[in-house]
């Protein structure tokens, strides 16, 4: 690899390792604070950037078949999208409302549920989710003493006791199988939904802690009204600009970062597959068991702690109909599927009905597949996945139709699992990588899965970045 633009001596100011959205952010914010001619470098392995963020064409419309949908009051995100001149693409949900399959039928999940809690009993008791006895047992959290919670308490430490196995297990259950593909049982509380924590922790019913938030916080004026929201034309809109921002000469794809070594001058050497760059800080916004076997020489008490950090392997199944072939689906974005009723598929987006699309003569349903515990997919071919997808709509929404295209996404090792003990695990972290100075790691896997959170992640680790060039200059 041609060094080129030597900085201080080495090739890049910072290298960056991986561009998907916590890489490419990292950089673009590093970019903008940097004086004029500071060289900063991102190595990505694969020929595209972008990572999990993916827009694929499905019968000729805009897919992602990664993320879909960002916090809308996300302030990092939000200022990225401003500043990359993508505010007039954001889009809202075109319709509002979720399914759940549960016990033989969809029901929609009753308005007030935040993260699966209710907040209302009666519209709970209306739309059948659960039967009389389970939101009799919901109630009960009005009743109880406070309930013992340890130190960092699992999902299911927190919501079990005060509403009960049926809110559990079909509702909490579905909506963070959702989300992160992950059990309950074992996530945390604090560092998977913190404000979960947080309500567990300011008052002695859920219930009631979940009403007064909602009434102290009144949605903004002048802000989009839906949490989330998208891109039209797809969210590789927002990686692609972010490459096309850095440039060629600053993205580096098909470029495999395979070691990485620290001289006595505190200098890194990146080897890639075609060389290699040094740099005197090095970012890894890969993975954590990528990072891990990064910093295995380097840094190995930090490399057992990114090993710990779990993944769940998912895929999804994007499936296009004729619309004159199909039965109307109920008016809302898509459903979730408790666990507990075994199904292969764990949730399914009504694209065509969700974001907005041209007036077309098709429709477009995507189904998730895979979540902590459940593996079965690994083990099908494509066809095996569309035939398991086809039978869940046919007896789910009475879609018979043949497909007129499908894409299957596979996604092994790609939903990070920040179960109980993670916030332990990360100041470790952060203690064992003080054996590499100017060695750090970003993205999914340490304070917040979704886009918001890699990109709040990238903006915080530009500042120690910088802070740290500056205590060295
Ligand atoms: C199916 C799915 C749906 C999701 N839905 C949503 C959603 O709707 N909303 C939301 O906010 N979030 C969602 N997420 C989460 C979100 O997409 C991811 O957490 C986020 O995109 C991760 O970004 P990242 O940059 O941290 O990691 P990645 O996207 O994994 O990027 C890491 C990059 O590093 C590269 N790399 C790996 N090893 C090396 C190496 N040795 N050398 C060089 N490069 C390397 C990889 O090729 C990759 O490009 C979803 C995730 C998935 C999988």
Redesign the pocket.
């Known amino acids: 690899m041609a060094p080129d633009g030597r900085d201080d001596g080495a090739d890049a100011r910072v290298v960056v ?9 990292t950089a673009y914010f590093l970019r903008e604070r940097l004086e004029t001619g500071a060289k900063v470098l991102v ?4 020929s ?6 993916r827009t694929a064409s499905v019968a000729g419309h805009p897919v ?8 809308s009051r996300a302030p990092e995100l939000r200022r990225l999208v401003d500043s990359l001149g993508l505010a007039d693409l954001v889009v809202e949900p075109q319709s509002t409302g979720t399914f759940i399959w549960s016990r033989g039928r969809l029901r929609r999940l009753p308005p007030g549920t935040a993260f699966g809690l209710p907040e209302r009993l009666w519209p709970l008791l209306r739309s059948g989710l659960l039967g009389p006895t389970a939101v009799a047992r919901a109630g009960l959290d009005l009743l109880l003493p406070p309930t013992p919670l340890p130190e960092d308490p699992s999902v299911a430490d927190v919501v079990r006791p005060r509403f009960g196995a049926g809110v559990y297990d079909r509702l909490v259950a579905p909506l963070l199988g959702g ?1 992160h ?1 992950g059990d309950p049982a074992r996530l945390s509380a604090t560092s998977t939904v913190p404000e979960i924590a947080a309500m567990a922790r300011s008052g002695r019913s859920l219930y009631l802690t979940l009403r007064r938030r909602r009434r102290s916080a009144p949605p903004a004026p002048g802000r989009p009204s839906a949490p ?1 929201v998208s891109l039209r034309g797809g ?1 590789g809109a927002l990686t692609g600009r972010l490459t096309e921002e850095l440039g060629p000469g600053t993205v580096l794809t098909g ?4 070691t990485i070594e620290r001289d006595a001058a505190g200098c890194y050497t990146v080897r ?1 597959d075609h060389g290699t760059v040094t740099a005197r800080q090095v970012v890894l ?3 954590a068991y ?1 990072a891990a ?2 910093v295995a020489d380097l840094a190995p008490r930090a490399a057992g702690l990114l090993r710990e950090i779990e993944y769940v392997d ?3 199944i994007t499936l296009a109909f004729r619309r004159d072939q199909v039965p109307a689906l109920p008016p809302g974005t898509g459903f979730l599927v408790p666990p507990a009723e075994h199904e292969l598929v764990v949730g399914c987006s009504w694209l065509s009905q969700k974001w907005p699309q041209p007036a077309d003569d098709q429709v477009l349903v995507k189904a ?1 597949v895979g979540r902590s515990g459940d593996t079965r997919w690994l083990a099908m071919d494509d066809a095996e996945l569309v035939d398991g997808v086809r039978d869940a709509l046919r007896r789910m929404l009475g879609i018979r139709a043949e497909p007129v295209a499908s894409l299957v ?1 596979r ?1 092994p090792g ?3 699992q920040y179960v109980v003990g993670h916030a332990a695990r990360l100041s470790a972290l952060d203690a064992a990588l003080a054996a590499a100075p100017g060695l750090l790691v ?4 340490y304070r ?7 990109v709040a ?1 990238a903006d915080a680790t530009a500042t120690s970045l910088l802070a740290a060039q500056g205590a060295h200059a």
């Open positions: 390792v991986g561009a998907g959205i916590s890489g490419l952010a190595l990505e392995g694969e595209r950037t972008g990572g999990k963020v992602d078949t990664g993320p879909d949908a960002f916090l989300v593909a989330l969210l470029t495999t970062a395979r890639t916004a890969t993975p990528v076997d990064l998912v895929a999804n998730m996404q996604w790609a939903m990070p970003t993205g999914a896997a917040g899965v979704g886009l918001a959170g890699c992640q």
